[in-house]
């Protein structure tokens, strides 16, 4: 059973940093592609940044510059750090896993996300 759980967020004040992480359990992690999504209530999933199996990464125009997604396969572990955060980067953080180049995004395994919060 595949079970993605994320960790790591809370309240920042703008400005501020936080890394999010997504530990995975019960799959090979290292063969597959993951991501990071957020949602705002009310708002579609948005993606974030992704990063393949081989650790070739894409970014959202919002998170270029700001954001950097990693991930450490020793640890089954995906990572998310998040810099100059804002209040509009207030949102549920959610980790995504796709099984094979076939499946599209976002995949079909879901953490229950993390809450970020950003203080003006």
């Known amino acids: 059973q595949v079970q993605l759980v994320e960790s790591g967020g809370g309240l920042v004040q703008t400005g501020g940093s936080m890394r999010l992480s997504c530990v995975v359990y019960?799959?090979?992690?290292?063969?597959?592609?993951l991501a990071w999504y957020r949602q705002v209530p009310g708002n579609r999933r948005e993606l974030v940044a992704r990063i393949t199996s081989e650790g070739a990464t894409d970014y959202a125009n919002f998170a270029k510059g700001r954001f950097q997604i990693s991930r450490d396969n020793g640890k089954n572990t995906l990572y998310l750090q998040m810099d100059s955060l804002n209040p509009d980067d207030t949102a549920l953080y959610l980790c995504?896993?796709?099984?094979?180049?076939?499946?599209?995004?976002?995949?079909?395994?879901w953490g229950q996300g993390t809450q970020v919060t950003v203080s003006s």
């Open positions: 995504n896993m796709r099984v094979g180049r076939l499946e599209s995004w976002p995949g079909r395994y």
């Open positions: 019960g799959s090979g992690f290292s063969v597959h592609d």
